[in-house]
Structure formats: C-alpha cells, structure tokens
Nanobody
Framework: QVQLVESGGGLVQPGGSLRLSCAASGFTFRSYAMSWVRQAPGKGLEWVSGIDHSSRNTNSGDSVKGPFTISRDNAKNIVYLQMNNLQPEDTAVYYC?????????????????RGQGTQVTVSS
C-alpha cells in the first residue's frame, strides 16, 4: 500500500524559506519519478515540480521556476522541496505525489497518487 507523508509546512513571512519533506513507503521508491503539487484556496490542483527516479532530471512549473528546488534521497525514501523567497501567492496545501513511471516529470498527467498534504501559509 502506497503511503506518502508530507511534513515541513507552516507559516512563513514573505521572502522566507521552507523545506518540505515527504516520506514514502509501500512501493519501490527508487523506481519512480516523484512530484510536488499544490492547491491554493479556491483553485485547482497545480503541478509544482518533479524529479526522475535517479535525480538526473528535474522540472518545474512556470510559476515556480527558480525559487523552488526538488531533490530526493533514494536511500531514505524521502523527497524534498526547498522553497525560497516565498510569496503570498505560494500559499497552498502542498502534496507529494508518486509518478506513474521512472521518468515522467511534466505535469499533473505524470502523477498517480498523492499524500494528505501539508499547509504552507505565506503572510506577514
């Protein structure tokens, strides 16, 4: 049974940073691409960033290129999202998501299951 447990969210001031973590279990983590997606209040799900199974390739959505960095530790079955220079528009519930295959990192169509999410609120 796939389990994805996110942590690291919270309240941060504009310009601040957070690092999200996602502990994965129930599948062969090193064999799948992983992504982060988010859902802002009143809006639909948005794909944020993805990393392939070996960390060789990463990709990010147009709205978050630059300040966000995805990484993974296949020895620990953890995927991270380092978020810098956070702005109020980054306020959302952030979800970790398992990919459909080792390489897909190109949007919502590349994910098949997500965790329960962690709230990120950017406000002064």
């Amino acid at each position: 049974q796939v389990q994805l447990v996110e942590s690291g969210g919270g309240l941060v001031q504009p310009g601040g940073s957070l690092r999200l973590s996602c502990a994965a279990s129930g599948f062969t983590f090193r064999s799948y691409a992983m992504s982060w997606v988010r859902q802002a209040p009143g809006k639909g799900l948005e794909w944020v960033s993805g990393i392939d199974h070996s960390s060789r390739n990463t990709n990010s959505g147009d709205s978050v290129k630059g300040p966000f960095t995805i990484s993974r530790d296949n020895a620990k079955n953890i995927v991270y999202l380092q978020m810098n220079n956070l702005q109020p528009e980054d306020t959302a519930v952030y979800y970790c998501a398992k990919g459909k295959n080792p390489y897909g990192i190109n949007g919502l169509g590349s994910i098949e299951q997500r965790g329960q999410g962690t709230q990120v609120t950017v406000s002064s």
